[in-house]
């Protein structure tokens, strides 16, 4: 990591590239005051990615920071933890031959009309191999398009639905394996919803690349052939690796990532291993 650096009241540490920190000096599990919370959106502007280390939050806390940050999202497609309406467990048993949920490239729901900004997630249970989480940098990849690229881009509008993993002839429906979490998948999943192919932030004013293999499934005015083409460009210069950000976990952790300009992917690799995570997300804006 870079040399460390002090924003307020805490201390972020970046990635050499920009993308990615980690956030001490702050305890969580307390109501932050506004100059904490305005360090705390700062650093989130700037890098994408904030993880904060030994952070064993309760449920209580995990929903309480989560509402210091915004609203919570919905969350469709996942039947959530009894009593909390808007955490859902991520869980997986030692003896689960199904695959590792989120084992495609993403952005948290973007199908719907207003997708979450934020996604927070706290780990319970950490396996003693794999479970990383990968993240892609979709503004960067962005701005290193030709001006060519991006004028070609600027206009378009991508599909996204859910219709791939939580349709109702979708992966999950056509699952066979036994899984602790519990999948809703349902017609309904496979509703369409148009956003702009090139996003802008609405706190950095940053452009980003707002698509991704699991939930764009065309370009609004071109054919299947050119939609294909198209997309399939951008994730073969998406996925480079001088736009990925790997994350290692590590028990009592917290990590809240931007849905906004970034891609992940959650890798397995912990066969035989337990792991459980809670999750909630944060309301998001109308993509513009």
Not at 40 to 61: G, N
Not at 121 to 138: H, K, M, Q, W, Y
Not at 232 to 246: T, V
Not at 264 to 282: Q, S
Request: proline share 9%.
């Amino acid at each position: 990591m870079a040399d460390g650096a002090t924003a307020g009241p805490i201390q972020v540490r970046a990635e050499d590239s920009g993308f990615g920190a980690e956030v001490t000096g702050v305890d969580l599990s307390k109501p932050l005051s506004a100059g904490t919370m305005a360090a705390i959106r700062d650093a989130w502007a700037r890098h994408a990615v904030l993880s904060f280390p030994d952070q064993p939050l309760s449920l209580d806390e995990l929903e309480a920071f989560t509402l210091q940050m915004g609203p919570f999202g919905d969350d469709p497609f996942i039947a959530p933890m009894p009593g909390r309406p808007n955490v859902l467990e991520l869980r997986r048993e030692p003896d689960e031959k199904a695959p590792n949920f989120g084992g495609g490239w993403h952005s948290d729901w973007s199908f719907q009309p207003a997708p979450p900004a934020a996604t927070i997630l706290r780990s319970e249970v950490t396996p003693p191999v794999g479970g990383d989480t990968l993240f892609i940098d979709a503004a960067r990849a962005y701005d290193d398009l030709s001006p060519t690229m991006q004028a070609m881009l600027a206009p378009l509008r991508a599909i996204h639905s859910a219709g791939r993993p939580y349709g109702a002839q979708g992966l999950f429906a056509r699952e066979t394996e036994k899984r602790a979490m519990k999948i809703l998948y349902s017609a309904e999943a496979d509703k369409t919803h148009p956003h702009p192919l090139v996003r802008t932030h609405p706190v950095t004013g940053r452009k980003a690349l707002f698509v991704s293999p699991t939930y764009t499934v065309g370009v609004e005015g071109l054919t299947d052939m050119e939609a294909d083409a198209v997309l399939g460009f951008l994730y073969k210069h998406l996925l480079q690796d001088k736009y990925r950000y790997r994350h290692k976990w590590r028990p009592g952790m917290v990590l809240m990532w931007d849905n906004r300009c970034t891609m992940h992917f959650a890798e397995g690799g912990y066969d035989g291993h337990l792991r459980v995570m809670h999750r909630t997300t944060v309301a998001g804006d109308v993509p513009v």
